[in-house]
């Protein structure tokens, strides 16, 4: 695959990625940046909840894509 067609399927498919990666960054802040830093640990937590959320808008009910006018 070209760096095109991996392009390509993740504009297609990031709501469905966007859990998986939000599990591994999660993971990744609870064990690195948990101990060493809360406040930093905090605000950075923001992002894997925002894919989480994004994640159940599109992907588990479906129905907001229908909004779109695209």
């Not at 989480?52 to 479906?62: Q, S």
């Amino acid at each position: 695959m070209t760096i095109s067609n991996y392009y390509n399927w993740l504009k297609r498919n990031w709501s469905e990625t966007g859990l998986i990666v939000a599990i591994f960054l999660s993971v990744f802040l609870f064990v690195f940046v948990r101990p060493t830093d809360f406040v930093l640990f905090v605000i950075l937590l923001q992002t894997p909840l925002y894919l989480i959320h994004e994640t159940e808008e599109y992907v588990f009910p479906g129905g907001f894509g229908q909004f779109l006018c695209w």
